[in-house]
């Protein structure tokens, strides 16, 4: 049974909160990302994500690192420091912090 989401009262449906499969989803947030790169500011997964209001992945605990990880793998983003956790932690844990690298403008402006 598949369940129908309820448009809000101004006639809009709502986006899911989160997508059925990494493809889909990656699909979704990946050109984010790249747009993100391409500003050669440096950023955090979660700034990202939540200025954009981007729905989580499948698997949350593992996909966001994956996506990051792919980013970093194809030459998009590089390693730019620690930060202070700009997300609500009990631990206070240091975020890793990326910078866009020339591919990403390069990407960007195809």
Known sequence: ???TVQPTLDGNVPAPAQSADYETWLAVVWPVFIAAAA???V???Y???DAA???NPPSPQAHWGRMIHQLRGDGYIR???WAASDRPTTRH???RTWKGTAAARR???A
């Open 1 to 3: 049974m598949t369940s």
């Open 39 to 41: 500003t050669g500011k």
């Open 43 to 45: 950023f955090t997964c």
């Open 47 to 49: 700034s990202v994500a």
């Open 53 to 55: 209001k981007l729905p």
């Open 79 to 81: 390693p730019a420091g």
């Open 93 to 95: 844990s240091g975020v």
């Open 107 to 109: 990407e960007a402006a």
